[in-house]
C-alpha cells in the first residue's frame, strides 16, 4: 500500500467565506515522492505583489507563512527537495502551482486542456509560476473508464495506480487524481468543490461563488453531479477529498488511505 500523507501547503482568507487550505498529497514510494498539487511556493512567500500581484491577494485571501509551504512540509517529514520526483496538477490556478519552482527537477503532470488554456494566456493563471521551465507531461483524452468516468493513466511508478480524471469546469482541463489503495481509491477532486457541504447540499452557499469561478459553470455542475454520484453510490471503494475544506485535513500530518 502506498503511503500518502495529507499536507496543508496554504491557506486563503476571505471575508465572509470559511478559511480555506491549499490539502496537497504526498506520496512515497521506491521511486522517490509524488506530489498532488503545489501550493504556495517559497518565491511567492518571499514576494508576494511581485509573484501575484495585489489584487490577486486580496480577492484570494492569500496568507504567506514559509511553515505552509510543500517544500518546508516534505523537509519537516525528514524529505529533500529532491526526493520530489513528479507533481501532478489538478489544474494550473496559483494556489495549486506557486510551489513547483520549489522542485525544479520535478515532472509535472496535467492534462493537455489544461496546460493549453494556461499557455493561451487566460487571465486567470500567474506565469510567474512556469518562468522556470518546468518539465510537462501532458495528457489527452484516454479510453479507460473509472466508475463510468474517463481516466488518463499515469506512468510514474509500477508500484502505484494513478489517473488523472476528468473533472472539468472549474478550469477547462481541471482533473481531479485518484490514487489505487489496494481494493479501495483516494480522489483528490481537486476545485471540483470548494467545500464537503456542496456534495449534499444543492444550495449552499458557497455554489454562488464557485460558479463565479468556473470557466464553464454547466460543465462544473456536471462534474459536481458526477462526484456526487461517486459519494452516494461507491463510498466502499472510494474516499473522496478536495483542496480547500480545511475539515478534510487529517488531524495528523501523515495518513495512509
Known amino acids: 500500500m502506498t503511503k500518502i500523507h495529507h499536507i496543508n501547503c496554504g491557506t486563503l482568507i ?9 490539502h496537497c498529497l504526498l506520496l512515497e514510494s521506491k521511486q522517490g515522492l509524488l506530489l498532488v498539487d503545489a501550493g504556495i511556493g517559497l518565491l511567492d512567500v518571499q514576494n508576494p505583489v511581485e509573484r501575484l500581484g495585489q489584487e490577486l491577494i486580496d480577492m484570494a485571501g492569500f496568507q504567506f507563512n514559509e511553515s505552509d509551504t510543500a517544500v518546508r512540509r516534505i523537509e519537516a517529514l525528514g524529505f529533500s527537495v ?16 506557486g510551489g513547483l519552482a520549489d522542485f525544479p527537477n520535478a515532472q509535472v503532470h496535467v492534462a493537455q486542456e489544461e496546460l493549453q488554456h494556461m499557455q493561451s494566456g487566460h487571465w ?24 463510468g468516468l474517463q481516466a488518463r493513466p499515469i506512468n510514474v511508478d509500477p508500484a502505484a495506480e494513478v489517473l488523472l480524471i476528468p473533472l472539468f469546469g472549474h478550469t477547462i482541463g481541471h482533473c481531479g487524481v485518484a490514487i489505487r ?3 479501495r481509491w483516494l480522489l483528490h477532486a481537486g476545485d471540483a468543490y470548494y467545500l464537503r457541504a456542496e456534495l449534499t ?11 463565479q469561478r468556473a ?17 452516494t453510490s461507491h463510498t466502499d471503494e472510494i474516499e473522496m477529498i478536495g483542496y480547500h475544506d480545511i475539515n478534510e485535513l487529517p488531524q495528523f500530518p501523515a495518513a495512509t488511505a
Not at 83 to 89: A, C, F, G, K, S
Not at 201 to 211: G, I, L, Q, R, T
Open 14 to 22: 476571505v471575508q465572509g467565506y470559511p478559511t480555506v487550505v491549499c
Open 82 to 97: 529532491a526526493d520530489v520526483r513528479h507533481i501532478v496538477l489538478t489544474h494550473c490556478d496559483p494556489d495549486h502551482t
Open 124 to 147: 486567470r493563471y500567474v506565469n510567474s509560476h512556469f518562468e522556470h521551465g518546468p518539465n510537462c507531461q501532458t495528457y489527452s483524452r484516454g479510453e479507460r473508464d473509472w466508475f
Open 181 to 183: 489503495q489496494d481494493s
Open 201 to 211: 447540499d444543492d444550495n449552499h452557499p458557497v455554489s454562488s461563488f464557485a460558479a
Open 215 to 231: 470557466d464553464d459553470n454547466d460543465l462544473r455542475q456536471s462534474s459536481l453531479k458526477e462526484l456526487r454520484r461517486l459519494f
